[in-house]
């Protein structure tokens, strides 16, 4: 009888071929770990032979995966690791351990969203192409009509909900090693859909500009995946896309030229003040640099604006504390969740999976990259919280 | 009739899963409660693959089971192609150490020790008899005579607080009555935890 779960040799093969460029290994150094010819490989990896176990279990080991992940139905195998290598021109640490950490936390989230049969709603706004015309018009058009779309106005107040809730883009946010100058990845992708990170070391307006940069990757081109870094230069017509857009999304021309003009018709002198800056960058939750940036832009202010307050001792942090006062120190619930070893969501689906007997501690441990105690902790911290009240119980 | 017949029959082999070791590990006496069992403990070569990764390799699980096998308390084995062969349909939904395990203790009819509930589940099906637990190891008589009392009941407190090692729950009462109620409350891993002793 035929097994309806079975996955077919071509399934088998595939995988094998994703978890051997993943790993970075070449298919004559492959067959030769199970000692066949290089053609023998690749009629395995395209499924014209079918993968023998004692093969597949030398593949997994050498692959840095298990059987277990290579046969699992739900399991999500994806091409991201190769094609972003395509985009490094020299091996980076940085930006490889990104990209790493990127893909596990998709290729863990899609399997356990599966598994437990939950997500799968996906309805983007259409691509729209940056072929034609002015990048900064193309940019500014498309902004304002996503804004629009999402029934935006004024200042955004929480972006990072908007890319999770309102478009259903994967989004994480966790800790990269402290002099990673990786400030976002963003990637499309037809299995997982749109996935985006941003290194939760930076702050939160910086981490809410690189939001915006990586929206804007989504809206005009996403079917290149992207890697934003700190000191980037934005050479290439995608990336200068990007950055307008981002611009334009957080301080849309009209509304951020209005904001500016009421604290300007309040204030005596005719220059850009610091407080003025502080202010309304606080208000439109960027940073000081991207406000006196964006300012200028719209010519609201002289041009190298942002220059010259650099070689007049700059906008400090202690102008701004004694401007905003107490609140300039925001909560921000994403650093103490990156904190975590897994995030709060990830740490629920895992103990779903757990306690409902679709995965086991081995198997969740691999997927989620963590070690079993480790786990274990988590899976115990929320079974302590699991004994509610009755009359809590959630209607479903 | 054959002059074996007469021989002392050898305890059963035990087989164990990767996570039996990261218990043992965590207890702080895993070497010598191995090494006063009087059965043979056998490990798969796949579990000692999965323990063969970055993290296993930090927290010190994999050279704690590497001390093991090159003072000869555990022997690595590998699959016979019928082993294999089930080995080929159980790791389709168990991962691949518990699927090892069982394969082999199932041919070679040794005795498995898994925790995973799933594990134990499918081991019981395929060996025909319930495995033993991590649990059954730390408390064997043997070893319990061979470290001394206390030391045992130190293992055994670090295993659950440390390694938050999985214990049936109609052992939770014979657990507690040795560790003491003071140390049971530091282990939140302990099932109905908080029906005992609340938040």
């Known amino acids: 009888m035929v097994d309806l779960n079975e996955l077919s040799a071509k399934e088998i093969g595939q995988r094998l071929r994703l978890a051997r460029e993943a790993a970075n290994i070449k298919q004559d150094e492959a067959a030769g770990f199970i000692k066949v010819s290089r053609p023998t490989l690749i009629s395995i990896e395209q499924g014209v032979r079918r993968v023998r176990i004692k093969e597949l279990q030398i593949l997994a080991h050498r692959y840095g995966t298990s059987v277990n992940a290579l046969m699992r139905r739900e399991a999500v195998h994806t091409d991201l690791l190769p094609r972003f290598r395509k985009l490094q021109e020299t091996e980076d640490r940085h930006t490889t351990e990104a990209i790493e950490l990127f893909n596990n936390l998709i290729k863990a989230d899609v399997e356990l969203e599966n598994v437990l049969g939950i997500g799968g709603h996906r309805d983007y706004p259409p691509e729209q192409g940056i072929n034609d015309g002015d990048v900064a018009k193309l940019a500014d058009k498309h902004a304002q009509g996503l804004r629009r779309l999402l029934g935006l106005h004024g200042p955004v107040a929480d972006i990072f909900s908007i890319i999770q809730e309102s478009l259903n883009i994967r989004l994480y946010q966790r800790k990269l090693s402290s002099n990673s100058k990786v400030a976002g990845l963003f990637t499309y992708d037809e299995k997982v859909g749109a996935c985006m990170f941003l290194n939760a070391n930076h702050p939160l307006q910086r981490r809410i500009y690189s939001a915006s940069h990586e929206l804007g990757h989504f809206v005009g081109t996403r079917r290149n995946p992207e890697v934003l870094e700190t000191d980037e230069k934005f050479l290439s017509r995608e990336e200068r896309y990007a950055n307008f857009f981002g611009r334009a999304f957080l301080a849309p021309a009209d509304c951020f030229t209005q904001s500016f003009l009421r604290w300007k018709e309040v204030t005596v002198t005719d220059k850009v003040t610091r407080r003025l800056v502080i202010l309304l960058a606080n208000q439109y939750n960027i940073s000081r640099e991207a406000c006196v940036r964006r300012l200028e832009e719209l010519d609201l202010a002289p041009r190298k604006s942002w220059e010259w307050f650099k070689d007049n001792g700059g906008i400090t942090d202690i102008q701004v504390e004694q401007i905003l006062g107490e609140s300039v120190y925001r909560f921000d619930a994403v650093k103490t969740d990156a904190d975590r070893p897994l995030s709060h969501r990830m740490s629920l689906m895992a103990h779903a999976a757990w306690k409902r007997e679709l995965m086991s501690e081995g198997q969740l441990a691999e997927l989620l990259k963590i070690g079993r105690i480790e786990l274990r902790k988590i899976i115990d911290e929320i079974e302590l919280e699991e004994e509610t009240d009755e009359q809590l119980k959630l209607r479903t | ?199």
């Open chain 2, 1 to 199: 009739m054959n002059s074996s017949s007469f021989a002392p029959k050898a305890p059963p082999v035990h087989i164990t899963d990767t996570s039996v070791f990261i218990n043992l590990h965590a207890c702080g006496q895993g070497e010598r409660i191995l090494a006063a069992v009087p059965n043979e403990i056998i490990v798969a070569r796949v579990v000692e693959c999965e323990l063969d990764n970055e993290t296993s390799r930090a927290t010190g699980e994999h050279a704690f089971l590497e001390r093991l096998v090159h003072s000869k308390i555990v022997t690595v084995v590998d699959f016979t192609d019928e082993e294999f062969e089930l080995f080929d349909e159980l790791v389709r939904d168990l991962d691949d150490g518990e699927a090892a395990t069982i394969a082999i203790a199932a041919k070679r009819h040794f005795i498995p020790i898994i925790d995973e509930r799933k594990g134990r589940a499918r081991a019981a099906m395929h060996v025909g008899k319930e495995p033993l637990w991590s649990l059954d190891l730390i408390r064997h008589s043997s070893v319990v005579n061979t470290i001394g009392g206390a030391a045992g009941i130190e293992a055994l407190y670090l295993a659950l607080r440390i390694g938050r090692m999985r214990i049936p729950f109609d052992r939770v009462d014979e657990v507690i009555a040795l560790i003491g109620e003071q140390r049971a409350r530091e282990c939140t891993c302990l099932p109905g935890y908080k029906a005992r002793f609340g938040a």
